[in-house]
């Protein structure tokens, strides 16, 4: 897309071929924006301006993604048959899939975002089977250009524990939990995923078979990285969010067993330790991928794309497993730790989105 940009340079680019350019990886920036207001939201720490700020991030997203949607629109629009292409892309296709509501607006929303929640589990387990499918069909991706991005089309599973959870702590606190069915919303949530876990854990394990053969991804790919620290922190978050709630979830004798509240909430814990031990190991290791380019010898610039949003999101989901360990273990140090995490998060943000904002002011984007 720079390249074609800059071989034009000569001539007048208008708005619509500015619009033509317009790629799913845009929609990195509206996963990372709301995973801020997410963030905002899980801090212990509670106060009416930080809920302003999360509600603004919450706001600006949904402004981001319809503004997304509607771009991307046009782009199909004018551009005929590059929906289809979209989908066969070496690059693009694998980037298609890419709380504060119900305690104020009463019963009607909650059983909206029920429905909501049901038609994403079915949406995103046949579109995520669908996209793999459809790769797998058309596309043959060398080994050398492996990055956690091969993860992106079982991202959407990987976001259905933390929103089950948040579905159920958002009828706890107002008082409607009576009108959720808790149970299958829990279950369905562990279902889906562990499935989207499983898939990512394959996609990982190759990756450090990548990483062991051919190094680390080139300058533009290095972002990328980042991405392999989300299912595992996704997953920890999403199995002690609900952990901590099993009591209101499930009944006293579930499955005809006395304990099952106990086993189910020790379980979750133990499984959401080991999940975010492995998140806060992807980290470092993508952490120190960027190492190079602080060196003051060093001439090798990272170039800005849309997947430097990565930095964000996945990250976003680190905060809120640390924050649920923290309630889970009534641990202070952890809520501090994600509390500082969430402020370094932010400026990540900021850096990155004016970032683009430049790009896109000099025509880079």
């Known amino acids: 897309m720079i390249t074609k940009a800059r071989n034009l340079r ?7 071929d500015r619009i033509a350019c317009f790629r799913w990886t845009w929609f990195t920036m509206t996963m990372a924006t709301g995973g801020i207001a997410n963030v905002i939201s899980s801090l212990p ?7 302003g700020i999360g509600l603004a991030f919450f706001i600006f997203n949904l402004c981001l993604f319809t503004m997304n949607c509607v771009l991307i629109i046009t782009r199909f629009r004018i551009r005929p048959g590059s929906f289809v292409n979209s989908f066969t892309e070496q690059f693009e296709s694998l980037f298609i899939s890419a709380s504060y509501g119900i305690p104020k607006c009463g019963p009607w ?55 089950g959870s948040n579905l159920i702590a958002g009828a706890s606190k107002s008082g409607q939990l009576a009108s959720l069915n808790a149970v299958a919303v829990a279950i369905a949530s562990v279902t889906v995923q562990g499935t989207g876990f499983l898939i990512s854990f394959m996609v990982c394990a190759a990756f450090l078979y990548r990483l062991m053969t051919q190094k680390l991804p080139r300058d ?6 980042f991405i392999s620290i989300g299912p595992s922190a996704f997953t920890a ?6 952990g901590n709630q099993t009591a209101e979830i499930f009944p006293t004798n579930f499955m005809g067993t006395e304990h ?10 133990m499984a959401g330790l080991w999940l975010y031990g492995l998140s806060i190991w992807f980290f470092l290791v993508s952490v ?18 849309m997947t430097w949003f990565s930095f964000v999101f996945p990250n976003t989901a680190l905060v809120t497993a640390t924050e649920a360990l923290g309630s889970a273990f009534e641990s202070n140090g952890l809520k501090i730790f994600g509390a500082v995490l969430a402020a370094c998060i932010v400026v990540v943000w900021i850096f990155v989105f004016s970032s683009m904002i430049r790009c896109l002011w000099r025509r880079q984007l």
């Open 220 to 225: 533009h790919q290095r972002p990328g990285i």
């Open 237 to 242: 978050a999403g199995m002690v969010n609900l």
């Open 10 to 16: 000569g001539r007048k680019v208008s708005i619509l």
């Open 260 to 269: 099952a509240i106990f086993i189910l909430r020790l379980f979750s814990y």
């Open 109 to 163: 929303l909650l059983n909206v975002m029920e429905a909501m929640f049901w038609i994403y589990v079915g949406t995103s387990t046949v579109v995520s089977a669908g996209l793999y499918l459809t790769l797998w069909s058309t596309q043959v991706f060398p080994i050398h250009t492996m990055t956690p991005v091969w993860v992106f089309p079982a991202y959407p599973l990987l976001l259905t524990a933390p929103f």
């Open 45 to 51: 720490y509670r106060s009416r301006w930080l809920t």
């Open 288 to 305: 120190g991928s960027l190492w190079k380019y602080v060196k003051p010898e060093n001439r090798n610039k990272m170039p800005f794309q």
